[in-house]
């Protein structure tokens, strides 16, 4: 081990309460790209920019589009959780993590065990009908073709936030109040790139910031412990 990834154990040895902050790099290892690695969806070809069919307004205007983008592309349904997921469940059952605070949707974390996740951009697991609020499990939406109908004839759309809307305020605040709670936080697979999300950081006033994330990102100066790698293999030497 060198020695960031010593330091990285002994923090987590004598943490009491971890709060866990995540994105798109915890799912790599899952199978699931992210959106701005080299292989990830930003740099792949369609007609519009992901970003661009995955906002508020490209779904009201080109509705068939979003859908059919959405069902090749972000829904990852046989995704099986990694090292990352599965310590993190661990933790949680030891007492010694409060709170998996995440930007993804493929709820991968639950899938491991954990309890308490924080999703910040909502689920692709669930699902509503914008006409009558009925609530719809995934499979509305995969196995269906077109516009997914609910019984009542309007149109049911994932729970997830598009670029353009806003955060769930009750999601954030808890997110805030682990965060403020925790005397270690670990920040991983993410770019910090996307806002609000990436803000959460400064309600942190614990011991130790970590960072593990293969690429560099624009806080690495301020963390006390950065390692540069893969996630869930730096995971599955963690304590
Ligand atoms: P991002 O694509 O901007 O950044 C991913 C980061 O993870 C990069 O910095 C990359 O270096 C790092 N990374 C990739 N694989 C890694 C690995 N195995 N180990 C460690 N680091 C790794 O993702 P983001 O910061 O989460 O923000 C983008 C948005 O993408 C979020 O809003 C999220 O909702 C959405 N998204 C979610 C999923 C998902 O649910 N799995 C997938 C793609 C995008
Ligand atoms: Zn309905």
Same mark, same amino acid.
């Given at each position: 081990m060198n020695s960031e990834m010593e330091k990285l154990y002994q923090a987590i040895e004598k943490a009491h309460t971890i709060v866990f902050f995540g994105g798109a790099g915890v799912s790599t290892e899952s199978g699931i790209p992210d959106f &701005? @690695? !080299? *292989?990830? #969806?930003?740099n792949q070809q369609y007609d519009y920019p992901p970003e661009t069919i995955l906002s508020h307004s490209f779904f009201l205007r080109h509705t068939d589009e979003f859908y059919r983008f959405y069902r090749a592309k972000? =829904?990852? =349904?046989?995704a099986q959780p990694n090292a990352a997921h599965k310590k993190l469940a661990q933790w949680e059952t030891a007492g010694k993590l409060n709170a998996v605070v995440t930007?993804? +949707? *493929?709820g991968l974390h639950q899938k491991a065990g @954990? &309890?308490? !996740? #924080?999703e910040l951009h909502g689920s692709v697991l669930r699902n509503t009908c914008m006409d009558c609020g009925k609530k719809h499990d995934v499979t509305a939406i995969s196995e269906s073709k077109g516009l997914p109908r609910c019984e009542c004839g309007g149109l049911i759309k994932p729970d997830v936030v598009l670029y353009e809307e806003s955060l769930d305020n009750d999601v954030m605040d808890e997110a805030i109040r682990c965060i403020r709670e925790a005397d270690m936080m670990i920040i991983g697979g993410?770019? =910090?790139?996307?806002?609000p999300a990436a803000g959460? +950081?400064?309600y942190f006033r614990g011991n130790t910031l970590a960072l593990i994330n293969r690429d560099e990102t624009p806080l690495d100066s301020r963390a006390d412990i950065v390692v540069h790698g893969k996630i869930g293999e730096v995971f599955s030497q963690m304590p």
């Open positions: &701005r @690695s !080299v *292989d990830g #969806l930003y972000m =829904l990852a =349904l046989d930007q993804n +949707i *493929d @954990s &309890r308490k !996740v #924080l993410t770019s =910090l790139a996307v806002y959460l +950081i400064h």
